[in-house]
């Protein structure tokens, strides 16, 4: 079984930085994509920024320019660096990510518990 565990998020003031990361753990043998969703309360939960191996990374449009995403493939790490914050960036933050989990191909997608980020003006 693979879960994923985030961390980092916190209090923050509007126009700061905050750095959250999630780490996979249990039998992976390759990264077929990682990335962060978003749920504000009352809100659909939305994406933030997804990375695959090989690809450019996808951002959402309120988080373009501002949030940067990227993944250790190694370590099965991602890190979602959010800069100029704002007070709508408040919301649980949940990693996302699919591996393979077998030779055979077998995949595993799902999801962290989430991390909350509340961001003050």
């Known amino acids: 079984q693979v879960r994923l565990v985030e961390s980092g998020g916190r209090l923050a003031q509007s126009g700061g930085s905050l750095t959250l990361s999630c780490a996979a753990f249990g039998n992976i043998v390759r990264v077929n994509d990682m990335g962060w969703y978003r749920q504000a309360p009352g809100k659909q939960r939305e994406l933030v920024a997804t990375i695959a191996p090989g690809s450019t990374a996808s951002y959402g449009d309120s988080v373009k320019g501002r949030f940067i995403v990227s993944a250790d493939l190694v370590k099965n790490t991602v890190t979602l660096q959010m800069n100029s914050l704002l007070p709508e960036d408040t919301a649980v933050y949940h990693c996302?990510?699919?591996?393979?989990?077998?030779?055979?191909?077998?995949?595993?997608?799902?999801w962290g518990p989430g991390t909350q980020v509340t961001v003050t003006s």
């Open positions: 996302n990510a699919e591996f393979v989990i077998s030779d055979d191909g077998a995949t595993w997608h799902g």
